[in-house]
Each structure stands twice: as C-alpha cells, then as structure tokens.
C-alpha cells in the first residue's frame, strides 16, 4: 500500500513565523503535490513538483514556496505566515504519467491543520 | 480553476438507502476519478472510470460515465453509517494533475 505521512496532524504557529510543512511517500512516486482545503472553496492546488528540484505553481502559490531535494519528500515553507493561511493541508503523490495519456491516481496524506495566530 | 461540480453539496438519507451523487464537466477527459474524505482525514480514491467505459463497479460502489453529457454519477448501495463522508469527483488539468469539485457531504441516519 502506497503511504503518504505529512509531519503533523495539527500545527499552530503565530503571525510572521516561518512555517515547514513536510511529506513523506514510500512509493517511489514521481509527482506531489500540496494542496489547501478551506470550506465552500473545495481542495486548491498551491504547488506540484514532479520530478527532485522541479516544482510548478498551482493556482495559489503566493505566499508559499516548496522543496524537492529527494524524490519522497516534498516540503511546502509559508515563508511568514499569515492568519488567512489558517487552513487544512494535504499532500499527495501519483506516478508520472508517460506521454500524457491519462492522469493517475493520487494518494493523499492525512492532512495537517494549520492554525496561525 | 473548476472542473468538476458535485451535486447535491449536501445529502443526508437512512441507513440501508442508496445515495447517489453527481458530477458535472467541462471539458473532455481521459479518465474521471471519484474520491472519499473523512472528517478532517485526507482523500482516499474509490475508483477510476476511463473515458471509454461507461460503467464501472467496485463493491457496492457503481459509477457511471457520460461522456456526451460530461456527466459521472456515484451510487453507493446498501448505506451504512461508516459511508458518512464526502464525496469528490477530480478531472484532469493537464497530464500530471487532477481538479477537483467541492465535494458531495454525505449524512447516513442509523
């Protein structure tokens, strides 16, 4: 079984700090990804990488930045954090789709819930 | 960027019902994927229909696909109370990346 594991469950940090968020996958996936997850706005992709020292930016990278120094790990940094990032996190990894046929299936972490105070 | 919607956003109905729970589409797609989330858990992948299949199962789990309509439904059978989730269809965006809609909150009654 594939298994994603994110480094906290539950996280609260104050205003202007430096926050890392990490993922760990076992399955020698190429592609992660993180997402946030507030109500009403569904699961919004921040940033994916999908190969070691490659990242692309999702639909909300500001205020964020992210690390793929190893193929399993893959790190998102709220460089200051700030209260509207008050939110849930999730990673995910699949395997890279060659020739872009279809796109795979992700296996998510179980979520870290970040409050900023 | 949106690609699939779920509807109804919220459903709630007994125990042994079946519910069933729609997505919506814009563009063409290669495959659609349905997933379930627990309450502040992460998603876990249910099932996979390709583009050329127009029904699928797994379990009591049936999902259909209409391509002509871009249109997937998700029926899930004899309702117990650990279903209780929700529910999301996810798109492609590109080769690597999945949209997802905003999901189906789904309420079993014992």
């Known amino acids: 079984d594939v298994k994603v594991t994110q480094s906290s469950r539950y996280l609260v940090k104050r205003t202007g700090e430096k926050v890392f968020l990490e993922c760990v996958q076992d399955?020698?996936?190429?592609?992660m990804f993180w997402y946030r997850q507030d109500p009403g706005l569904g699961l919004r992709l921040i940033y994916f990488?999908?190969?070691?020292?490659?990242?692309e930016k999702g639909d909300i990278p500001e205020g964020y930045s992210v690390s793929r120094e190893k193929k399993e790990r893959f790190s998102l940094i709220l460089e200051s954090a700030s209260t509207n990032q008050t939110s849930m996190y999730l990673c995910?990894?699949?395997?890279?789709?060659?020739?872009?046929?279809?796109?795979?299936?992700?296996?998510f972490g179980p979520g870290t819930r970040l409050t900023v105070l | 960027s949106q690609q699939g919607e779920e509807d109804p956003q919220a459903l709630s109905i007994q125990e042994g019902e079946n519910a069933t729970m729609n997505c919506s589409y814009k563009?063409?797609?290669?495959?659609l994927q349905w997933y379930r989330q627990n309450s502040g858990r992460g998603l876990v992948h249910l099932i996979l229909?390709?583009?050329?299949?127009r029904e699928k199962h797994s379990g009591r789990l049936r999902v259909t696909l209409d391509t002509s309509k871009k249109s997937s439904s998700l029926l899930i059978t004899a309702s117990r109370a650990a279903d209780t989730a929700s529910y999301f269809c996810?798109?492609?965006?590109?080769?690597?990346?999945?949209?997802f809609g905003q999901g189906t909150r789904l309420t079993i009654n014992p």
């Open positions: 996810a798109t492609e965006e590109g080769a690597q990346k999945l949209v």
């Open positions: 990488s999908y190969d070691v020292k490659m990242k």
């Open positions: 229909i390709r583009s050329n299949e």
């Open positions: 995910a990894s699949s395997l890279f789709s060659v020739g872009g046929l279809f796109t795979d299936t992700q296996y």
């Open positions: 563009t063409s797609i290669n495959n």
């Open positions: 399955m020698d996936h190429e592609n």
